[in-house]
């Protein structure tokens, strides 16, 4: 069984899209662990909770400085003993202690088509905004592992979206939600359970399904 933490910022449909998938065996050889928010009132928390997983609150505001709370953090998670974990609209950097730790073991979920719209600043409806300004007509969403860049790691899936004339950045984020990530990211999970995925370099080779 491939123990996932996954970790939260906000409304937690990504997470979601997982327990639904794992409760209707969708997604198989995968409990999730915990969920770590670093905010309190995220909504993610509770459908964690509706759940019946641990869902824990780590928030910089109650550390004294940047470092300690990535010590919490990574004490935090270390209680759970996770194989894999997954950033599901997680908005907070993370520390290279972590990302050494748990090296190959940390994937990421962002709605543009990396190597477009990433990076620093983007995050959220903040990456469809400027979609829509650049005037593209595909946009789309990356599963990628987490290295010590911004959105730069090796990817492991993407999906592409097509963006219509009159979408606000609303109504993107959103088709790109139910047509890209909540897919892509319980997909990339079974792989990684089912041991498919291999780090070469920058790049990713996806095993054919054994049998
Ligand atoms: C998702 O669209 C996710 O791709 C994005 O935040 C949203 C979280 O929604 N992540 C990033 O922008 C990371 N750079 P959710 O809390 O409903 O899953």
Same mark, same amino acid.
């Given at each position: 069984?491939?123990?996932?933490? !996954?970790? !939260?910022? +906000? +409304? ?14 969708? /997604?198989? +050889? ?20 509706? #759940? ?9 505001? #109650? ?13 935090? /998670? ?12 997680? *908005? ?17 979920? %962002?709605?543009? *088509? ?12 903040? !990456? %469809? ?14 599963? %990628? ?11 492991? *899936?993407?999906?592409? !979206? ?10 993107l984020q959103r088709r790109i939600m ?28 996806? *095993?054919?399904?054994? +049998?």
């Amino acid at each position: 069984m491939l123990r996932a933490a !996954v970790l !939260v910022s +906000g +409304g937690g449909t990504n997470l979601q899209a997982i327990i639904d998938r794992i409760k209707t065996n969708e /997604l198989t +050889g995968v409990s999730i662990v915990c969920v770590i928010s670093n905010s309190k009132k995220a909504y993610a928390l509770k459908r964690a909770e509706e #759940a019946g997983i641990p869902a824990v609150c780590i928030s910089p505001s #109650a550390y004294e400085d940047r470092e300690a709370f990535h010590e919490a953090l990574m004490a935090g /998670l270390k209680e759970f003993e996770p194989d894999l974990i997954v950033l599901a609209g997680f *908005l907070v950097t993370i520390p290279p202690a972590m990302i050494r730790q748990y090296s190959g073991r940390i994937i990421n979920i %962002h709605p543009s *088509l990396i190597p477009s719209f990433c990076g620093q600043g983007y995050y959220g409806l903040k !990456v %469809h905004d400027a979609a829509l300004a650049r005037g593209v007509k595909i946009s789309g969403a990356t599963v %990628h592992f987490v290295d010590e860049g911004m959105d730069s790691g090796p990817i492991i *899936l993407q999906k592409a !979206v097509e963006v219509m004339a009159d979408d606000t950045p609303e109504s993107l984020q959103r088709r790109i939600m139910e047509q890209a990530e909540w897919r892509i990211l319980p997909e990339a999970i079974q792989l990684i359970a089912d041991n498919r995925v291999r780090i070469t370099g920058s790049r990713t080779i996806i *095993l054919p399904e054994e +049998g």
